[in-house]
T-cell receptor, first 111, second 115 residues
């Protein structure tokens, strides 16, 4: 299984951009990198996913390194509601549904 | 309907009890998952069903017995659990195929306490 490394915690001021990194030690060539977040007392929720190039949606942007061994989730303007644990899920073994969560980064947003 | 519903929300059981956790979705997803989450830890994958067949068992002890009776339902039968099995049990579902691009939709979880 792919190993992931994420910082345990990060802090950001409200309305500032946040860059959350994730390193994956092994990768598959054809599968996607996913990011989820978990707010207190809730199940994880989908944030974004991508394959090789940078991706944007209404919640965030995802920057993927050329060798696909790392990715960065970008929240363009953090709000208090973005305080959560952010997990990256590296590419699965191709053709399986083995989505293994990374260690997670607890994001604190300061007012 | 874009939700995964898990029941019960809370469950307390003794080590000799038999109980079940239930998960339901009506999004037409044909892959369903059980994860276990201990406090301040990431969710750990336990089982995956694809087209109602067990496709992944992450070496989970036999006191946990999953069942997928139809494409909308996923159960986790619990028997002779230990106090260290106390955790939040999360169910998720997704579409199938698509080379790992499938998005997981999670339920809110069932919090289990084993006395």
């Amino acid at each position: 299984d792919a190993k992931t490394t994420q910082p345990n915690s990060m802090e950001s001021n409200e309305e500032e951009p946040v860059h959350l990194p994730c390193n994956h030690s092994t990768i598959s060539g054809t599968d996607y990198i996913h990011w989820y977040r978990q707010l207190p007392s809730q199940g994880p929720e989908y944030v974004i996913h991508g394959l090789t190039s940078n991706v944007n949606n209404r919640m965030a942007s995802l920057a993927i390194a050329e060798d696909r061994k790392s990715s960065t989730l970008i929240l363009h303007r953090a709000t208090l509601r973005d305080a959560a644990v952010y997990y990256c899920i590296p590419p699965t073994t191709s053709g399986t549904y083995k989505y293994i969560f990374g260690t997670g980064t607890r994001l604190k947003v300061l007012a | 309907d874009t939700e995964v519903t898990q029941t019960p929300k809370h469950l307390v059981m003794g080590m000799t009890n038999k109980k079940s956790l239930k998960c339901e979705q009506h999004m037409g997803h044909r892959a369903m998952y059980w994860y276990k989450q201990k406090a301040k830890k990431p969710p750990e994958l336990m089982f995956v069903y694809s087209y109602e067949k067990l496709s992944i068992n992450e070496s989970v002890p036999s006191r946990f017995s999953p069942e997928c009776p139809n494409s909308s339902l996923l159960n986790l039968h619990l028997h002779a659990l230990q106090p260290e099995d106390s955790a939040l049990y999360l169910c998720a579902s997704s579409r199938v195929g698509n080379s790992g691009a499938n998005v997981l939709t999670f339920g809110a979880g069932s919090r289990l306490t084993v006395l």
